[in-house]
């Protein structure tokens, strides 16, 4: 009975320093290395950073459309067709909603505005709950820096659009696009928030409309002449 317990003790010993060693050596390996993170989503929709700086004339949609370009080119992002989100009113007019190609959309910082034209307009209740990941930190610059909001100075979140909460343009009955983006004196602008906020409607595209179309009438309603731009491609 002894030499049993001897021998069990023995055993015991031996399983119980086999299992040191082996957590010791367990330990010791090396890990393995954790799976790099994918790249970002290469910048899609921006903020102007300036607008025009004649008011509301930008020379209709072309120079509207070339602005975003030149900015986009300038912040290494011109090898994709960009278009204004700007509505046109009467014969020929255009819906901003038509403009901007099909989606996904990312910000300067891989962010993700939204994933199509239906979802980031609300065509279903569905996507109306969802709303559209839009907001001061999220609203940027093609430099990828926030756009003044309410509460910052100056404040200048109004978008230029011209257009209706579901993209597209308003009646030829009362102009709500600065005689389609030719005028800085003539007519009125439909503006949206960057923000999301104030104005007891934080629409990002469709919040009111603008004092006028000169420069100091836009600034002087909480904007700078600014707009929206997408990548359609």
Known sequence: ??????????????VAAASIVGAVAFAQAPAAPAAAPPPPAPMS?????????????????????KHCQDLATAAGRGSVTWHAYLSTQGPGGVNARDRIGKGPWF?????????????????????????????????????????NGVG?????????????????AY????D???????????GTAQLGHSDKQGGNNGSWNSSHASRGCS?????????????YCFAVN
């Open 45 to 65: 929709f921006f903020v102007t950073s300036v607008g025009n700086g004649d008011g509301a004339n930008m020379g209709g949609l072309a120079g509207a459309d």
């Open 107 to 147: 910000n300067a910082k891989g962010q993700k505005i939204g994933d199509s034209v239906a979802q980031i307009h609300g065509d279903t209740v569905e996507f109306g709950r969802m709303g559209v990941a839009m907001g001061k930190m999220i609203s940027l610059n093609e430099k990828g820096s926030p756009v």
């Open 176 to 186: 709500m696009t600065c005689k389609n983006w030719t005028s800085n004196s003539d």
């Open 215 to 227: 420069q100091p009438n836009l600034v002087a309603t909480g904007g700078a002449g600014k707009y």
């Open 1 to 14: 009975m002894q030499m049993n317990k001897k021998m069990i003790a023995t055993a015991l010993s031996g």
């Open 152 to 168: 910052d100075m100056p404040n200048e979140h109004d978008m230029l659009t011209g257009s209706q909460p579901d993209g597209t």
């Open 171 to 174: 009646p030829a009955a009362k």
